[in-house]
């Protein structure tokens, strides 16, 4: 079965401190996206990543950076963690193709404090 | 650049009642719309998704939706809900090169027994 698992699962970090955030599929497949999702609010997209050692942009990309080391692996980093990057972040992965299915890890709780 | 909305926030429906949740797009193509749902501390999953063809289309537990270009809307549509259903609803259309979504700001659905 098609598996993403993100870890940790939920973490406490300072304001200007390094944080960062790795998710891990078992579908094989190309495509893995960050997105976060704050209170009340739908998920946003970070950055997003095609193809091992490629990442890109996505709508919300500023104080996040992202790292594909392989195409089972793919981390986002907060090189200086601030108030405002507290929520849930969520990563995804997908076939090629507009109309595939995106499957969702459990997401991370960040605190920021 | 495109966007989606669904204008109802919560909504709240007696077990064995219908529900519809609604979703606006805005898109100057036809695009490939998705519903997905997330249950409590879980990730999204997904309940259906449409780019062509007959525009209801079937989903997960009983779940459809009907697309209609005139209205830009895909509303989702269930005839007897379980209390199990209660949960958060996030409509979602993809657009670009790497089947990115974007999300509506959800609706949560609550289920009275």
């Known amino acids: 079965e098609a598996a993403v698992t993100q870890s940790p699962r939920s973490k406490v970090a300072v304001t200007g401190g390094k944080v960062t955030l790795s998710c891990h599929q078992t579908?094989?497949?190309?495509?893995m996206y960050w997105y976060r999702q704050d209170t009340g609010h739908g998920l946003r997209l970070i950055h997003y990543s095609y193809v091992a050692d490629s990442t890109e942009k996505g709508d919300i990309p500023d104080g996040y950076k992202a790292s594909r080391p392989s195409q089972e692996n793919f981390s986002l980093i907060l090189e200086l963690a601030s108030l405002s990057q507290t929520a849930v972040y969520f990563c995804a992965s997908s076939d090629k193709g507009h109309n595939a299915e995106q499957f969702f890890g459990p997401g991370t709780r960040l605190t920021v404090l | 650049a495109q966007s989606v909305t669904q204008p109802d926030a919560r909504v709240t429906v007696s077990e064995g009642a219908s529900l519809q949740l609604r979703c606006k797009y805005s898109y100057s193509a036809t695009p490939y719309l998705f519903w997905y749902v997330q249950y409590p501390r879980q990730g999204l999953q997904l309940l259906l998704k449409y780019y062509s063809g007959d525009p209801v289309v079937q989903g997960v537990n009983g779940f459809e939706a009907e697309f209609s270009k005139s209205n830009s809307s895909f509303h989702l549509r269930k005839a007897s809900v379980h209390w199990s259903d209660s949960a958060v609803y996030f409509c979602a259309v993809s657009t670009g090169f790497a089947s990115a979504l974007t999300f509506g700001s959800g609706t949560k659905v609550i289920v009275l027994p």
């Open positions: 579908n094989n497949h190309d495509y």
